[in-house]
T-cell receptor, first 111, second 115 residues
């Protein structure tokens, strides 16, 4: 079983739709949960990070963590064409260790 | 927020030559630098972990003599692809980690094309 599972998509939605992106993980030792956005030929850009179960909101983005189910989500409200990118979930163990990434979900928001 | 500056953003080189990629942490001390490789439509693959002043730790299957990593200071790490071949063509990304940010900040990536 992979440490982090993420459906690669692609996912195509109309402008204004609510987007739901999800990842599952297997190791309960993971403590930090992140979502990155990556545009083509660019480095990943941190969107959200959290370390506890529950919701964290930032503008149109909401990150949700359910540690009991080992499930993390990113919701994008009022999606825009500029949100079209690959979204990567990333999880880290305690200490200065490398992130473990999901495969990334390719999102297209159609105007 | 924390910024990692990566250069060059793209490079084309001939087979057999070497290419150096630099990553600088601009406003924090990166005690650790992670180097990743990414093929088209795939996720990031960790190549090596480098701690300042120490030898890098390479992931299984990554040739340490081919991908030379130097992390001589808390603000600069370099990856040198030696004797590059077309199969080394890829997108290389660094990520700096310090006391306040565990691997959060990525460079903008370097697209290497070996011809």
């Amino acid at each position: 079983q992979k440490e982090v599972e993420q459906d690669p998509g692609p996912l195509s939605v109309p402008e204004g739709a609510i987007v739901s992106l999800n990842c599952t993980y297997s190791n309960s030792a993971f403590q930090y949960f992140m979502w990155y956005r990556q545009y083509s030929r660019k480095g990943p850009e941190l969107l959200m990070y959290t370390y506890s179960s529950g919701n964290k909101e930032d503008g149109r983005f909401t990150a949700q963590v359910d540690k009991s189910s080992k499930y993390i989500s990113l919701f994008i409200r009022d999606s825009q064409p500029s949100d079209s990118a690959t979204y990567l979930c990333a999880i880290s163990r305690p200490g200065n260790t490398p992130l473990v990434f999901g495969k990334g979900t390719r999102l297209s928001v159609i105007a | 927020g924390a910024v990692v500056s990566q250069h060059p953003s793209w490079v084309i080189c001939k087979s057999g030559t070497s290419v150096k990629i630099e990553c600088r942490s601009l406003d924090f001390q990166a005690t650790t630098m992670f180097w990743y490789r990414q093929f088209p439509k795939q996720s990031l693959m960790l190549m090596a972990t480098s701690n300042e002043g120490s030898k890098a730790t390479y992931e299984q299957g990554v040739e340490k003599d081919k991908f030379l990593i130097n992390h001589a200071s808390l603000t600069l790490s370099t990856l040198t692809v030696t004797s590059a071949h077309p199969e080394d063509s890829s997108f290389y990304i660094c990520s700096g980690s310090g006391a306040a940010n565990y691997g959060y900040t990525f460079g903008s990536g370097t697209r290497l094309t070996v011809v």
